[in-house]
């Protein structure tokens, strides 16, 4: 049967978001609703990337064709020609393979028009479909729908629907994809207004709401979704949130593009805020929102009765700050702008000088004031400490942004000071308090500290919290889950400085503390962490008995649940083998090596398993562990990606930096080295450097 005479396409290729390239696999009977593909796995690509972004330039070029020159150029432009013909061969031929047709044929085609011109050309829509291509259609169905008097919104939804994530997000920075990216972002642009604006017309503001706001999270400087997403927040009467976007793209502006937000957006920022405000200007405010009150009890008087003194003046404009930044939502608490971001510090500052509300004070004469004043410190500690949650709860949102540093410091500051001020305090809730501030450092310390420097500031902290919260408190009855995670991230430092028996210890107490607590995450990384450990080791078959018994282990776990926990034991699988492929203590060739690295590399797929880290942070490290695993099997490939990964690293997880300069430099020696000269590397590497996490990488 001819390949044109299916009624779906052969192939599909997905751009937006993740790219994927999908087969038919099965033609649906009669009366079926959807025919059935199957993805092309990493390893029919061959573990390279240059087949795929031949594909990919393809699918961008003008009829989707490109002059063999064109493409030796935009692909290979610092190789020598003898080195870029036999990549761009290889290529292409892993490439027809992949789009092989039940019929035999290709859809990427050879045309030689001339002796001295070949022309490489994929199939069209009909047979392999593009997303890309597909959402340009349907955008096209939508305005003649509305030429001839018909309704859009069915063909925009589509559209709108099909268009998730960023487009060739892998390839930011690659030219020959900028043409239709700037065509696909325009159109979406022109979609996604459109949608909005019928939207309104129709009477369904919590639709157009939604549409913008999802836009806006996923690029928080497109000053053109924003004003239109404070003005339909605006008009349901919505100021406080309309207001929290604006400070958040402010923010991003400043910090991205050292600029302003535009004048009209400014100047609609101002009218809500003006008619907003119903306070009055006064020299001094009282915060009275039952979170925060900066007044004191003045319990002198001998009749009972007790008074309001205020103890700290604010304008109209600050007091207002400090309420609405309380009573933000979960997502808007994170987006702070410099004033906000100053409001905290200085809250945070004056909470830690003592854990009881009326002596938060930064002004040193209201201080001295309150120290002669007698307060009701059981009272006060309850609502101080629903503030430090609220502040501890901001900073956690904030380091789901990236901002570790900033956290690390903030929440270390405040820590300390709350464990100093209450020493021998066994109150539940102070208690919960400061393990979760403290947890905050320990997070922090573990994503902003240099890789190979971290382990022991990293385990300082979570010995402290034991000693001086858990310490004080009943763990089994009250803190077992908490305990559980500190032993989690403890035990992996312990792993990491080849404390075995005492890693061990900790995932067999985490399990136990962990009891009939459902966190599947946790203790999905228990079981991979015993067997994570033989691979340090260098035992290859306890290694692997381990796994399957991490496998067995998750089994019992509800349906979604247990695939993310598989998955999670597949990624570990991953590190196991990338942890023998570039081992110091065992002796193994080059080409063993290589199979190890290919090993590993085969199970570094898009990073969606269970975790207890940050999934920002996760995905960054699977991206690093993979750059690793080409060291050895591409090392050209190796120094791009770790190019690519460095930005990401330095703005949101600094501590990956260390390994991702490894990569660089290990990648430019088996550059230069011959693979003997190369294995001298493992060789030399000590004992004692390996132990301090020193390793190869």
């Not at 005479?5 to 937006?16: A, H, N, Q």
């Not at 004191?296 to 109209?316: C, M, R, V, W, Y």
């Not at 290919?598 to 750059?627: C, H, M, N, Y």
Request: glycine content about 4%; proline content about 3%.
């Amino acid at each position: 049967m001819n390949e044109r005479t299916y009624p779906y396409p052969m192939i599909r290729v997905s751009t937006f978001g993740r790219f994927v390239v999908e087969c038919l696999s099965a033609v649906p009977a009669q009366g079926t609703a959807w025919p059935e593909y199957m993805r092309v796995e990493d390893e029919e690509w061959g573990g390279r990337n240059h087949r795929r972004n031949l594909l990919k330039l393809l699918v961008c070029s003008d009829c989707r064709r490109a002059p063999r020159d064109v493409l030796l150029e935009l692909l290979w432009p610092d190789a020598e020609k003898r080195h870029a013909d036999r990549y761009l061969n290889s290529a292409a031929w892993v490439l027809r393979r992949v789009l092989r047709t039940p019929g035999e044929s290709s859809l990427l085609r050879t045309l030689r028009p001339s002796n001295d011109l070949t022309i490489y050309e994929l199939a069209d829509q009909e047979q392999l479909w593009v997303d890309a291509d597909a959402f340009l259609d349907l955008l096209a169905e939508a305005e003649r729908a509305e030429r001839a008097g018909q309704d859009p919104l069915p063909w925009l939804e589509k559209a709108q629907e099909l268009a998730r994530g960023e487009f060739l997000v892998e390839d930011l920075y690659h030219a020959w994809a900028d043409q239709l990216r700037q065509s696909v972002n325009a159109a979406r642009h022109r979609c996604l207004h459109w949608l909005a604006d019928l939207y309104e017309q129709r009477g369904m503001p919590g639709r157009a709401e939604t549409l913008l706001y999802t836009t806006l999270k996923q690029d928080p400087a497109d000053e053109d979704v924003l004003y239109r997403l404070m003005r339909v927040l605006a008009s349901q009467g919505r100021a406080r949130e309309a207001l929290a976007c604006y400070e958040r793209t402010k923010r991003v502006l400043l910090r991205e593009q050292q600029v302003q937000p535009l004048a009209r957006t400014r100047e609609l920022a101002e009218q809500i805020r003006n008619e907003s405000i119903v306070l009055e200007e006064k020299q001094a405010y009282v915060v009275t929102n039952h979170v925060l009150s900066l007044h004191i009890e003045n319990d002198l008087s001998q009749k009972g009765d007790s008074q309001n003194a205020p103890i700290l003046s604010f304008t109209a404009d600050q007091a207002a700050l400090l309420s609405s930044l309380l009573e933000l939502g979960d997502d808007a608490m994170a987006y702070f702008d410099p004033s906000k971001r100053e409001a905290l510090r200085q809250i945070a500052a004056a909470i830690g000088m003592a854990a009881v509300g009326s002596r938060a004070i930064v002004d040193p004469e209201a201080w001295e004031r309150l120290s002669m004043t007698l307060v009701k410190p059981s009272a006060l500690l309850t609502l101080d400490l629903y503030l430090v949650d609220q502040y501890t709860g901001a900073l956690s949102r904030l380091l789901t942004k990236g901002e570790a540093q900033y956290v690390m410091h903030a929440s270390q500051n405040l820590y300390n000071k709350l464990i100093q001020e209450y020493p021998s305090s066994r109150d539940t809730h102070l208690a919960g308090t400061q393990l979760r501030l403290g947890m905050l450092v320990g997070a922090a310390q573990e994503y902003s500290l240099p890789w190979y420097q971290r382990d022991q500031a990293v385990m300082q902290t979570y010995n402290h919290i034991e000693a001086n919260v858990f310490g004080k408190v009943d763990v089994k009855n009250t803190f077992s889950h908490e305990y559980a995670r500190v032993l989690a991230k403890r035990g992996r430092q312990y792993r990491v400085l080849w404390q075995f028996e005492e890693c061990e210890k900790e995932c067999e107490d985490g399990i136990s503390s962990l009891g009939e607590i459902d966190d599947f995450s946790l203790r999905t990384h228990f079981l991979c962490e015993r067997a994570h450990i033989e691979a340090t080791r260098g035992d290859e078959l306890l290694w692997m008995r381990k796994l399957e018994e991490a496998r067995r282990g998750v089994l019992g776990m509800d349906l979604t649940d247990r695939e993310r926990a598989l998955n999670q034991v597949d990624y570990m699988q991953g590190e196991g083998y990338k942890r023998f492929a570039f081992h110091t203590q065992k002796e193994l060739s080059m080409s063993m090596r290589e199979r190890y690295a290919k090993r590993a590399l085969d199970q570094f797929t898009q990073w969606k398993g269970a975790t207890i880290e940050l999934p920002g942070f996760e995905v960054l490290v699977a991206q690093v562990s993979k750059a690793q695993c080409l060291i050895l099997l591409d090392p050209e490939e190796a120094i791009h990606l770790a190019g690519q990964l460095r930005k990401s690293a330095e703005q949101h997880y600094p501590a990956l930096l260390d390994k991702i300069h490894r990569v660089v430099f290990l990648a430019q020696q088996r550059l230069q080295m011959s693979s003997s000269e190369f294995l001298q590397i493992f060789k030399e590497a000590s004992q004692s450097a390996y132990h301090a996490g020193r390793n190869v990488l």
